[in-house]
T-cell receptor, first 115, second 118 residues
Framework: DQQVKQNSPSLSVQEGRISILNCDYTNSMFDYFLWYKKYPAEGPTFLIS?????DKNEDGRFTVFLNKSAKHLSLHIVPSQPGDSAVYFC??????????????FGKGTLLTVNP | DAGVIQSPRHEVTEMGQEVTLRCKPI?????LFWYRQTMMRGLELLIYFNNNVPIDDSGMPEDRFSAKMPNASFSTLKIQPSEPRDSAVYFC????????????????FGPGTRLTVL
């Protein structure tokens, strides 16, 4: 059972427009959420994160929104650039004492930004 | 720092053979993670270590998989015997605690090993 779901396998947007990537989760014990970006033939790299006590975190062109009641988070990229084309993974952490470094990842969304 | 180093980058082997994947974490990091990425299941955590000690191996698919961390700078993931369904990209990641909440749980990934079992 997928505790972190990214229901859109792919997304295509025009350069300069907003990209919105969505993520849903089922485990109410998750307390920290992260987004990773992955280019082909490379490992994922950390992009931005948000604690469950917040509803928004912004870093430059990237903003993550968290809606705890809906168990939903989204990543907004404004404006989108061709270099943002990559696979984006949503990840979540459950604070469970000794295993509190365990992350659960979604399957990823391939973002293509067209020039 | 060179980042997380994995070897080999590509491995092609035949069913039944032993496969050993290697990882060198970032110096000073005390957590090391092994992940597997497939189209069907996405990115799955197999096992992770803290200070060279395995903490959670609940993601290891079966007894054919084993992982070791003999010291702080080296870890191996072994599959014996390998099967075609083990074909995937295997990632190693490392992290360090105590650098502030903004980097808490930030894991640094290696480039991965693409394993193909024929």
């Amino acid at each position: 059972d997928q505790q972190v779901k990214q229901n859109s396998p792919s997304l295509s947007v025009q350069e300069g427009r907003i990209s919105i990537l969505n993520c849903d989760y089922t485990n109410s014990m998750f307390d920290y959420f992260l987004w990773y970006k992955k280019y082909p033939a490379e490992g994922p790299t950390f992009l931005i994160s948000i604690s469950s006590i917040k509803d928004k975190n912004e870093d430059g062109r990237f903003t993550v929104f968290l809606n705890k009641s809906a168990k939903h988070l989204s990543l907004h990229i404004v404006p989108s650039q061709p270099g943002d084309s990559a696979v984006y993974f949503c990840a979540a952490r459950q604070n469970s004492g000794g295993s509190n470094y365990k992350l659960t990842f979604g399957k990823g969304t391939l973002l293509t930004v067209n020039p | 720092d060179a980042g997380v180093i994995q070897s080999p980058r590509h491995e092609v082997t035949e069913m039944g053979q032993e496969v050993t994947l290697r990882c060198k974490p970032i110096s000073g990091h005390d957590y090391l993670f092994w992940y597997r990425q497939t189209m069907m299941r996405g990115l799955e955590l197999l096992i992770y270590f803290n200070n060279n000690v395995p903490i959670d191996d609940s993601g290891m698919p079966e007894d054919r998989f084993s992982a070791k961390m003999p010291n702080a700078s080296f870890s191996t993931l072994k599959i014996q015997p390998s099967e075609p369904r083990d074909s995937a990209v295997y990632f190693c990641a490392s992290s360090s605690r105590g650098q502030g909440s903004s980097s808490y749980n930030e894991q640094f990934f290696g480039p991965g090993t693409r394993l193909t079992v024929l």
